[in-house]
């Protein structure tokens, strides 16, 4: 995938809310860095990243002093200690954009961000490789229950998810596809190897539920 980042910068420019911003985009960046990797990829750079700052209008009226704000927030990512490697071997290249919504103001700029998705759609790890359409099936039927609000998906009602599809997975089949879903980003799967492997459809729990899970391995969280 090619992953498109969007900073607040009306946010990240406000004293009061500046560590919430900032804190949101580190998250983001870190999850991409993270749970979509692909460790066969011979790249470093994969999976691509672009930056977009928005919320520009709200900030300045002067698009030089929109471009310079912009400018300090992209050097105050670089100079993260926990995000140098991120920004050098991922972040692509990086747009601010004023009045997100209004296309018309906008369409030189999105032509721009449209040619350089193509020109680095070939760091994708997998670029050009054929992925089984029963997988991609699979996964589209994830989306519903996301959309519903739902949070995590235990394995039995993966099974269940799958066993209504037209064409569906074989379960030898599921662990492949468990593995499939680091590489897509959109959704995380834990304990892919073990007997109860489940897949977070809300990728912002992903954080939380790291920490809660090595809270429960360390010993420091007992079930009553």
């Given at each position: 995938m090619v992953f498109i980042v969007?900073?607040?910068l009306k946010m990240c420019t406000d004293p009061e809310r500046l560590a919430a911003g900032y804190g949101i985009t580190e998250q983001w960046l870190k999850n991409i860095a993270t749970y979509a990797i692909d460790d066969s990829a011979?790249?470093?750079?994969t999976p691509p990243?672009?930056?977009?700052?928005?919320?520009l209008d709200q900030v300045s009226s002067d698009r030089e002093e929109q471009e310079a704000m912009f400018a300090?927030?992209?050097?105050?990512?670089?100079?993260?200690?926990?995000?140098?490697?991120?920004?050098?071997?991922h972040v692509q290249d990086a747009f601010p954009i004023a009045n997100l919504f209004n296309s018309t103001i906008n369409q030189d700029t999105y032509e721009?961000?449209?040619q350089r998705i193509l020109d680095i759609?070939?760091?994708?790890?997998?670029?050009k490789k054929p992925v089984p359409s029963r997988l991609t099936d699979l996964q589209h039927e994830l989306v519903r229950p996301k959309h519903q609000g739902v949070i995590v998906?235990?394995?039995e009602e993966l099974l269940h998810v799958n066993r209504?599809?037209?064409m569906p997975l074989k379960e030898d089949e599921i662990k492949d596809f468990l593995q499939n879903l680091k590489l897509n980003g959109s959704f995380h799967r834990y304990n892919v190897h073990g007997n109860s492997p489940f897949v977070i459809l809300q990728s912002q729990w992903t954080s939380f539920l790291d920490l809660f899970f090595f809270r429960v391995k360390s010993g420091y969280i007992t079930f009553m």
């Open positions: 969007v900073l607040d011979v790249d470093a750079r990243v672009i930056l977009v700052g928005s919320h300090d927030v992209l050097q105050t990512l670089h100079d993260n200690p926990t995000l140098q490697g991120i920004m050098v071997n721009v961000m449209w759609s070939h760091l994708q790890s997998r670029w998906l235990t394995y209504n599809l037209p």
